[in-house]
């Protein structure tokens, strides 16, 4: 951890802080990792402020986000294979495969949302 310096202003002492050239606000972190952001800095302010202040939320972020990607990836074939989602489905029945498919989605959507962003 970096020491911190200060400089007397008066009677007061104040931190020499560097801030980055540009603000993370503009950052794109994906739907998981603004998700996990609005998360931390709504629910968990201490983590949330330990991250910021060490520099280590956009690695988190992007963490979050990978793991997630890699979660639905994982997943969704599995979920669209039990609920019994084929390619003959879709030809016989497209309005039953789309259902089929947005509820898979959405059931792995759910558990991503619990199991890694608001944990």
Same mark, same amino acid.
């Given at each position: ?15 020499? %802080? ?32 330990? %991250? ?60 991503? %949302? ?6």
């Amino acid at each position: 951890m970096a020491e911190l310096t200060y400089t007397r202003v008066g009677d007061y002492y104040i931190p020499d %802080l560097i801030l980055d050239e540009e603000p993370g606000q503009d950052v794109f972190y994906g739907k998981y990792g603004d998700l996990r952001r609005d998360y931390l800095r709504e629910h968990k302010p201490k983590l949330w402020m330990v %991250l910021v202040n060490s520099g280590k939320l956009a690695d988190h972020l992007k963490s979050v986000e990978r793991m997630a990607e890699h979660r639905m990836d994982t997943l969704l074939p599995q979920l669209m294979k039990a609920a019994g989602v084929t390619e003959e489905l879709k030809a016989r029945d497209q309005m039953a495969w789309v259902g089929l498919v947005n509820n898979c989605r959405a059931r792995a959507d759910e558990i991503i %949302l619990t199991d890694l962003v608001y944990v």
